[in-house]
């Protein structure tokens, strides 16, 4: 694995390793959990690899991954699975003619912040291997709660079955790098828009742009955020399952009225 690609062969996985492949022009990049004999656990939006819930699913589910209508023998039917939306595929059905790459845990800062992409590794330690793997079996006969693309995905899946970590805000399950990424992206130039008076040079407010993007990020990680907590697997179906952790469904919000 090269110092900034997480780019991996099939030959040097380990059973518990957080894999990933990027999706649609490296639009996005769905996330699981690889449990050995050539299968990968990961969460979808009721069989769908991505999806908000809105019109935006139009765009992602066209440029997604091609496949074929032929049942592949090895994964779960969908139709027994995709009900909570975790699943089990075979790798080659996880990979859609996509390249591996392996999500990196315990990083240094520095290493952190090189990788300008989110969603490709974390500040966080991971769990021993089995206890990785007992939570991802479990979440696939329990599920994972009710997908949502910007505070429960694949990638927040996959890091809570590593770290067995929450992020909780308002008993709502937390966000992933890549959503981070996302969001902010564009924070970080509203940010820096204030200081275009201090800073006229263009040169300047992209430098500025790009620190508060960081600082987003880093702050941001599930690595360094305070407003985490440990949950073991059967605790967080039963609260799931009594409405304790709740994930509500996006809804497209009205356009503001148009100016007179």
Not at 85 to 90: A, K, L, R
Not at 230 to 237: N, Q
Request: hydrophobic letters at 40%; glycine letters at 10%.
């Amino acid at each position: 694995m090269g110092l900034l690609s997480n780019r991996v062969e099939r030959s040097s996985l380990k059973l518990g390793d957080h894999i990933y492949s990027w999706r649609a022009a490296y639009i996005y990049a769905h996330h699981g959990i690889y449990v050995g004999d050539d299968k990968v656990i990961h969460f979808t939006r009721r069989g769908q690899e991505v999806g908000t819930g809105t019109v935006l699913d139009l765009l992602l589910v066209s440029s997604g991954p091609t496949r074929s209508h032929a049942p592949c023998p090895t994964c779960v039917p969908a139709e027994e699975s995709e009900c909570h939306g975790v699943v089990s595929s075979c790798l080659n059905c996880f990979l859609a003619g996509g390249i591996l790459y392996c999500f990196e845990y315990a990083v240094s800062p520095a290493l952190f912040l090189a990788k300008a992409r989110g969603g490709t590794c974390t500040l966080a330690i991971s769990d021993p291997d089995d206890d990785v793997i007992h939570r991802a079996k479990h979440l696939l006969d329990n599920g994972f709660g009710c997908y949502n693309v910007f505070k429960n995905n694949c990638e927040d899946f996959a890091i809570y079955c590593k770290t067995g970590l929450l992020v909780l805000d308002r008993n709502t399950m937390g966000r992933s790098g890549q959503a981070v990424s996302v969001v902010g992206g564009p924070l970080a130039a509203i940010l820096s828009t204030p200081l275009r008076f201090v800073t006229t040079n263009v040169y300047g407010m992209a430098a500025t742009a790009i620190g508060a993007y960081c600082a987003s990020r880093y702050s941001a990680d599930i690595g360094m955020r305070r407003d985490v907590i440990k949950v073991s697997v059967e605790d967080l179906s039963r609260r799931l399952a009594t409405g304790m952790f709740r994930v509500a469904e996006p809804s497209m919000l009205p356009l503001p009225p148009a100016a007179n």
